[in-house]
Nanobody, 127 residues
Framework: QVQLVESGGGLVQAGGSLRLSCAASGPTFYTFNTYLMGWFRQAPGKEREFLAGIIQNGRSTYYADSVKGRFTISRDNNKNTAYLQMNSLKPEDTGVYFC?????????????????WGQGTQVTVSS
């Protein structure tokens, strides 16, 4: 079983920045660099939405239109950690942010594409 733990959430004013981290751990046979990583967000009363994804070797990333140009996903396979740098934050970015791991190769933007999930970290952007 893979465990994912997010951190770095909090309260920030509009226009500010936050950096989320997702630390992965698991059984001895688990290798972080075999998983595609993604970040999702869930606002109150709304469905969980895809934000950003990064392939296993980190050489390709993709984003939802709502965050493109403001958020950057990255990963450090030596540290078994994925990151989401969030700049120019807006009140509508408020929600619980989840990282997730997928065994798929290529693109994965649906929640059903992902095999493991973290518990989430709250991000609140005040106006």
């Amino acid at each position: 079983q893979v465990q994912l733990v997010e951190s770095g959430g909090g309260l920030v004013q509009a226009g500010g920045s936050l950096r989320l981290s997702c630390a992965a751990s698991g059984p001895t046979f688990y290798t972080f660099n075999t998983y595609l990583m993604g970040w999702f967000r869930q606002a109150p009363g709304k469905e969980r939405e895809f934000l950003a994804g990064i392939i296993q070797n980190g050489r390709s990333t993709y984003y939802a239109d709502s965050v493109k140009g403001r958020f950057t996903i990255s990963r450090d396979n030596n540290k078994n950690t994925a990151y989401l740098q969030m700049n120019s934050l807006k009140p509508e970015d408020t929600g619980v942010y989840f990282c997730a791991a997928s065994r798929l190769a290529g693109w994965a933007i649906k929640t059903s594409d992902y095999d493991y999930w973290g518990q989430g970290t709250q991000v609140t952007v005040s106006s």
